[in-house]
């Protein structure tokens, strides 16, 4: 289905990780503009409706670093609302704050296993059926220390730096398809992520944000709302920076 207005009213997204946190932010954004919004997440027990505020139309529990739990979970979301018009690539965990040196084999695979992994499995699951429909819109979420590097967060930062990587190669591909493909790169925003970081990381993360603030989930939903609208129509492979200020390329 391509959408026959501006709006996101009528379409379908499926947002990753959207029980907690940024990608609840996201998915609330997105029900209110109108959207039919499916929720995949490891925890699905967890989602609070009266909370959240909004009703998702779909639960789907899925691991997005295991391949054929995404293939399920797409299957599974296929057969129980049909085609989604929008996948946000949101799913991610920080890792340890370690030097490389220190830093655990472990740990760096699972931190790319997550989050960047995770994007391509989302993505070869969906594109199919938006290629097929001529229309999509692909937002992965990475982040300014992908783009800079941040030191403590080797793996968190390459992951993020290989979700731009892919966006770019991946907009190309699609170019002419009518699916879009960008990604967004916020700084650090309060969320529970903040739990993996050491107190010495979090302030010299904010040290670096000239508007002298953490960045809010709304924001970032905001962005992505727009993003992922029909409206952003000639901008493709693009990354969106929400940095306060901090981003100078």
Known sequence: MKPTGQGLQGQTAVVTGGVRGIGLGIARRLAQEGCKVVVWDRDIAAFDTMQAGFS???LQPVDVSDAASVQAAYEQTHATVGDFQILVNNAGINGPVLPVTDYPLDAWSRVLAVNLNGVFYCTKAALP???AAGYGRIVNVASAAGKEGVPGIAAYAASKHGVVGFTKSLSRELAESGVLVNCIAPV?????LMKEMTPEHIAASKAKIPMGRFLQIDE?????AWVASPECSFTTGFTFDLSGGRANY
């Open 129 to 131: 059926h938006m290629k």
């Open 56 to 58: 998702p139309v779909h």
């Open 220 to 224: 970032i939903a905001a962005m992505v």
């Open 188 to 192: 650090m925003t309060e969320t529970d």
